[in-house]
């Protein structure tokens, strides 16, 4: 089964980054070009015909990202963490646990109307994503489809995101 063989090369690691996390570490998942390629293959038949764009959320959405989009043949889009963009950005901040986080995009790296696909390796607890989804609607664009390798159930994220869109592919749950 997919999701078997995928979670055989996602580790643990507990306490990472800090103490009471449970980091999944897809690392020895992207040294397998075979399963990648499979993943990639996944994700496309997915979105194929709906979305007119990528984006990917920084820093691992762009592993998997801008693969997607070019078997797609549509144009990948950055998002990252505040401060490492140039050019004229939008910003969209969200609430984490103790602190706030910042989102941002550059403007004319879309297109209003866009169908946007939004990818990211890990949902959690679907913060990040939200805050995407919020910064895309903002300037018109529409997140069509969420994909993740890993959502951690547990955290509910994906509540969060179906009032954006329904369509949410996780291919492995924990
Ligand atoms: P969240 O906003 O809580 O859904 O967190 C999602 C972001 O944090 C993603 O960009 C993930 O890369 C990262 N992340 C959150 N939790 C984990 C985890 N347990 N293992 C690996 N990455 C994580």
């Not at 989102?103 to 297109?111: G, L, P, R, T």
């Not at 949902?123 to 895309?136: C, F, K, P, R, V």
């Amino acid at each position: 089964m997919f999701e078997e063989d995928m979670k055989k090369f996602i580790l643990d690691v507990p306490d990472f980054p800090r103490a009471g996390v449970v980091f999944k570490d897809i690392s020895p998942l992207l040294a397998r070009a075979a399963l990648c390629r499979r993943i990639i293959n996944v994700f496309c038949t997915q979105a194929k015909g709906k979305v007119d764009a990528v984006c990917g959320i920084g820093n691992r959405g762009f592993l998997f990202g801008p693969g997607i989009a070019q078997g797609l043949d549509v144009p990948f889009v950055m998002v990252r963490k505040y401060g490492k963009l140039p050019g004229k950005t939008i910003t969209q901040s969200y609430q984490l646990e103790y602190d706030e986080a910042t989102v941002e995009i550059v403007e004319n790296s879309i297109q209003k109307g866009w169908r946007m696909l939004i990818h990211d390796d890990v949902l959690a607890t679907g913060g990040t994503a939200e805050a995407t989804a919020q910064l895309l609607t903002r300037l018109q664009v529409v997140p069509t489809q969420f994909s993740f390798l890993i959502e951690l159930k547990f955290l509910k994220g994906c509540e969060k995101l179906l009032a954006y869109s329904r369509d949410i592919i996780s291919l492995t749950t924990y």
